[in-house]
Protein backbone atom coordinates (compact mmCIF):
# COMPACT_ATOMS: atom_id res chain seq x y z
CA UNK A 1 0.00 0.00 0.00
CA UNK A 2 1.13 3.61 -0.69
CA UNK A 3 -1.12 5.20 1.75
CA UNK A 4 0.94 6.94 4.44
CA UNK A 5 0.46 6.91 8.29
CA UNK A 6 -0.31 9.25 10.71
CA UNK A 7 0.15 9.43 14.16
CA UNK A 8 -1.13 9.47 17.10
CA UNK A 9 -4.17 7.54 15.51
CA UNK A 10 -5.90 9.43 18.44
CA UNK A 11 -5.38 12.37 20.45
CA UNK A 12 -7.78 14.12 23.57
CA UNK A 13 -6.12 17.35 24.87
CA UNK A 14 -7.81 20.42 26.86
CA UNK A 15 -9.27 23.21 25.45
CA UNK A 16 -6.72 25.42 24.86
CA UNK A 17 -3.48 23.24 24.67
CA UNK A 18 -1.87 22.89 21.44
CA UNK A 19 -2.49 19.67 19.30
CA UNK A 20 0.55 17.71 17.38
CA UNK A 21 -0.19 14.93 14.37
CA UNK A 22 2.28 13.74 12.50
CA UNK A 23 2.46 12.50 8.49
CA UNK A 24 4.97 10.11 7.03
CA UNK A 25 4.54 9.23 3.45
CA UNK A 26 6.12 6.75 1.00
CA UNK A 27 7.23 8.61 -2.27
CA UNK A 28 8.13 11.93 -3.43
CA UNK A 29 6.00 14.50 -3.73
CA UNK A 30 4.86 17.97 -5.29
CA UNK A 31 2.69 19.33 -1.92
CA UNK A 32 1.07 17.95 0.70
CA UNK A 33 -2.20 18.64 2.50
CA UNK A 34 -4.16 18.61 5.42
CA UNK A 35 -7.51 18.14 5.82
CA UNK A 36 -10.18 17.92 8.20
CA UNK A 37 -13.16 16.18 8.48
CA UNK A 38 -16.04 16.21 11.38
CA UNK A 39 -18.23 12.87 12.07
CA UNK A 40 -20.47 12.36 9.59
CA UNK A 41 -19.32 14.55 6.75
CA UNK A 42 -16.45 15.56 3.79
CA UNK A 43 -13.55 16.38 3.97
CA UNK A 44 -12.35 20.54 3.82
CA UNK A 45 -9.03 21.28 2.70
CA UNK A 46 -7.14 23.25 5.82
CA UNK A 47 -3.69 23.79 4.26
CA UNK A 48 -1.24 22.81 2.03
CA UNK A 49 2.73 22.93 2.08
CA UNK A 50 4.94 22.36 -1.59
CA UNK A 51 7.69 20.20 -1.74
CA UNK A 52 10.25 23.28 -1.37
CA UNK A 53 8.87 24.48 1.45
CA UNK A 54 9.35 23.69 5.08
CA UNK A 55 7.24 25.75 7.04
CA UNK A 56 3.62 27.37 6.56
CA UNK A 57 1.37 29.03 8.91
CA UNK A 58 -2.15 29.31 8.56
CA UNK A 59 -4.10 31.11 11.40
CA UNK A 60 -3.98 28.77 14.19
CA UNK A 61 -2.33 26.18 12.37
CA UNK A 62 1.15 25.49 11.53
CA UNK A 63 2.40 22.55 8.92
CA UNK A 64 6.44 21.69 8.63
CA UNK A 65 7.68 19.54 6.12
CA UNK A 66 10.60 17.06 5.79
CA UNK A 67 11.18 15.91 2.67
CA UNK A 68 14.25 13.97 3.84
CA UNK A 69 12.43 12.22 6.13
CA UNK A 70 9.49 12.06 4.21
CA UNK A 71 7.53 13.23 6.97
CA UNK A 72 4.76 16.34 8.06
CA UNK A 73 3.32 17.89 11.65
CA UNK A 74 0.46 19.64 11.54
CA UNK A 75 -0.15 22.28 14.87
CA UNK A 76 -2.75 23.37 15.99
CA UNK A 77 -2.69 26.28 18.45
CA UNK A 78 -4.42 27.12 21.64
CA UNK A 79 -7.12 24.31 20.83
CA UNK A 80 -10.82 24.34 20.54
CA UNK A 81 -14.10 22.51 21.39
CA UNK A 82 -14.83 22.64 18.11
CA UNK A 83 -11.49 21.82 16.77
CA UNK A 84 -12.85 17.93 17.32
CA UNK A 85 -12.26 16.27 14.43
CA UNK A 86 -10.24 14.11 12.29
CA UNK A 87 -7.52 15.45 10.65
CA UNK A 88 -6.09 13.78 7.16
CA UNK A 89 -2.85 14.57 5.41
CA UNK A 90 -3.04 13.97 1.71
CA UNK A 91 0.18 14.14 -0.87
CA UNK A 92 0.28 14.71 -4.78
CA UNK A 93 2.98 12.52 -6.03
CA UNK A 94 5.31 13.93 -8.40
CA UNK A 95 4.42 11.28 -11.13
CA UNK A 96 2.59 13.74 -12.94
CA UNK A 97 -0.91 12.78 -12.05
CA UNK A 98 -3.32 13.90 -9.47
CA UNK A 99 -3.20 10.66 -7.43
CA UNK A 100 -3.66 11.73 -4.05
CA UNK A 101 -2.88 9.27 -1.52
CA UNK A 102 -4.39 10.24 2.08
CA UNK A 103 -3.18 9.14 5.56
CA UNK A 104 -5.16 6.81 7.92
CA UNK A 105 -6.12 9.95 10.23
CA UNK A 106 -5.69 11.06 13.51
CA UNK A 107 -8.85 12.03 15.42
CA UNK A 108 -8.87 14.85 17.73
CA UNK A 109 -11.06 15.67 20.67
CA UNK A 110 -10.78 18.52 22.45
CA UNK A 111 -12.60 18.95 25.58
CA UNK A 112 -13.97 21.50 27.10
CA UNK B 1 -20.91 22.37 -0.44
CA UNK B 2 -18.64 23.28 -2.99
CA UNK B 3 -20.62 22.81 -5.76
CA UNK B 4 -20.21 19.21 -5.71
CA UNK B 5 -23.43 16.60 -4.57
CA UNK B 6 -23.74 12.89 -4.10
CA UNK B 7 -26.77 10.77 -4.83
CA UNK B 8 -28.12 8.56 -3.08
CA UNK B 9 -26.77 9.58 0.42
CA UNK B 10 -28.06 6.53 2.09
CA UNK B 11 -28.19 2.91 0.47
CA UNK B 12 -29.08 -0.30 1.38
CA UNK B 13 -28.57 -3.30 -0.98
CA UNK B 14 -28.05 -7.05 -0.89
CA UNK B 15 -25.27 -8.88 -2.29
CA UNK B 16 -25.22 -9.57 -5.35
CA UNK B 17 -26.96 -6.78 -7.21
CA UNK B 18 -25.66 -3.69 -8.54
CA UNK B 19 -25.50 -0.59 -7.53
CA UNK B 20 -24.19 2.80 -9.08
CA UNK B 21 -23.44 6.08 -6.87
CA UNK B 22 -24.06 9.27 -8.79
CA UNK B 23 -21.25 12.68 -8.20
CA UNK B 24 -22.38 15.92 -9.65
CA UNK B 25 -20.21 18.73 -9.89
CA UNK B 26 -21.75 22.22 -11.18
CA UNK B 27 -17.84 23.95 -11.65
CA UNK B 28 -16.42 22.07 -14.43
CA UNK B 29 -13.47 20.68 -13.09
CA UNK B 30 -11.49 18.36 -14.72
CA UNK B 31 -10.87 16.18 -11.93
CA UNK B 32 -13.01 13.76 -10.54
CA UNK B 33 -12.35 11.26 -7.70
CA UNK B 34 -14.15 8.12 -5.69
CA UNK B 35 -12.90 7.12 -2.56
CA UNK B 36 -14.38 4.76 0.29
CA UNK B 37 -13.57 5.12 3.72
CA UNK B 38 -13.65 2.39 6.20
CA UNK B 39 -12.34 2.58 10.18
CA UNK B 40 -8.39 2.60 10.13
CA UNK B 41 -7.45 2.80 6.81
CA UNK B 42 -8.50 6.60 5.55
CA UNK B 43 -9.50 7.17 2.65
CA UNK B 44 -8.44 5.13 -0.24
CA UNK B 45 -8.67 5.93 -4.06
CA UNK B 46 -11.27 3.87 -5.84
CA UNK B 47 -10.54 5.59 -9.61
CA UNK B 48 -10.58 9.59 -10.51
CA UNK B 49 -11.13 10.61 -13.85
CA UNK B 50 -9.13 13.29 -15.59
CA UNK B 51 -11.22 14.19 -17.85
CA UNK B 52 -14.73 13.14 -20.12
CA UNK B 53 -14.08 9.25 -20.56
CA UNK B 54 -10.56 9.22 -19.23
CA UNK B 55 -10.29 7.47 -16.15
CA UNK B 56 -7.76 5.31 -14.38
CA UNK B 57 -7.15 3.09 -11.55
CA UNK B 58 -6.89 3.87 -7.58
CA UNK B 59 -5.35 1.74 -4.62
CA UNK B 60 -8.57 -0.72 -4.82
CA UNK B 61 -10.55 -0.80 -7.76
CA UNK B 62 -11.24 -4.16 -8.18
CA UNK B 63 -15.21 -4.82 -8.19
CA UNK B 64 -15.56 -1.30 -9.41
CA UNK B 65 -15.69 0.80 -12.60
CA UNK B 66 -16.30 4.37 -13.74
CA UNK B 67 -18.13 6.27 -16.18
CA UNK B 68 -17.89 9.79 -16.92
CA UNK B 69 -19.60 10.80 -20.53
CA UNK B 70 -20.40 14.24 -19.04
CA UNK B 71 -17.97 16.76 -17.50
CA UNK B 72 -20.17 17.36 -14.62
CA UNK B 73 -20.97 13.71 -13.56
CA UNK B 74 -18.92 10.77 -12.63
CA UNK B 75 -20.69 7.49 -11.80
CA UNK B 76 -19.19 4.39 -9.32
CA UNK B 77 -20.63 1.52 -10.10
CA UNK B 78 -20.97 -1.78 -8.39
CA UNK B 79 -21.45 -4.24 -10.73
CA UNK B 80 -22.10 -7.18 -8.30
CA UNK B 81 -21.90 -6.01 -4.26
CA UNK B 82 -20.67 -7.69 -1.50
CA UNK B 83 -20.77 -7.10 1.83
CA UNK B 84 -16.83 -5.98 1.83
CA UNK B 85 -18.00 -3.04 0.04
CA UNK B 86 -19.76 -2.00 2.57
CA UNK B 87 -18.59 1.65 3.16
CA UNK B 88 -18.75 5.37 3.34
CA UNK B 89 -18.19 6.29 -0.74
CA UNK B 90 -16.99 9.91 -1.07
CA UNK B 91 -17.31 11.62 -4.29
CA UNK B 92 -14.11 15.00 -4.63
CA UNK B 93 -13.20 17.56 -7.35
CA UNK B 94 -9.92 18.75 -7.81
CA UNK B 95 -9.66 23.09 -8.48
CA UNK B 96 -6.37 22.86 -10.31
CA UNK B 97 -4.88 26.76 -9.86
CA UNK B 98 -2.03 27.94 -12.08
CA UNK B 99 0.18 28.98 -8.59
CA UNK B 100 -0.24 25.27 -7.81
CA UNK B 101 -2.27 25.42 -5.09
CA UNK B 102 -4.52 22.72 -6.29
CA UNK B 103 -7.26 21.61 -3.52
CA UNK B 104 -9.66 18.79 -3.49
CA UNK B 105 -13.85 19.88 -2.57
CA UNK B 106 -15.50 16.79 -1.07
CA UNK B 107 -18.81 15.84 -1.51
CA UNK B 108 -21.00 14.96 1.31
CA UNK B 109 -20.61 10.89 1.05
CA UNK B 110 -22.72 8.27 0.39
CA UNK B 111 -23.60 5.23 2.87
CA UNK B 112 -23.51 2.13 1.27
CA UNK B 113 -24.56 -1.21 3.11
CA UNK B 114 -24.71 -4.20 1.48
CA UNK B 115 -26.32 -7.44 3.29
Known amino acids: SQQGEEDPQALSIQEGENATMNCSYK?????LQWYRQNSGRGLVHLIL?????REKHSGRLRVTLDTSKKSSSLLITASRAADTASYFC????????????FGTGTRLKVLA | DAGITQSPRHKVTETGTPVTLRCHQT?????MYWYRQDPGHGLRLIHY???????DKGEVSDGYSVSRSKTEDFLLTLESATSSQTSVYFC??????????????FGPGTRLTVL
Open chain 1, 27 to 31: TSINN
Open chain 2, 92 to 105: AHLAVTFSSTDTQY
Open chain 1, 90 to 101: ATVPTSGTYKYI
Open chain 1, 49 to 53: IRSNE
Open chain 2, 49 to 55: SYGVKDT
Open chain 2, 27 to 31: ENHRY
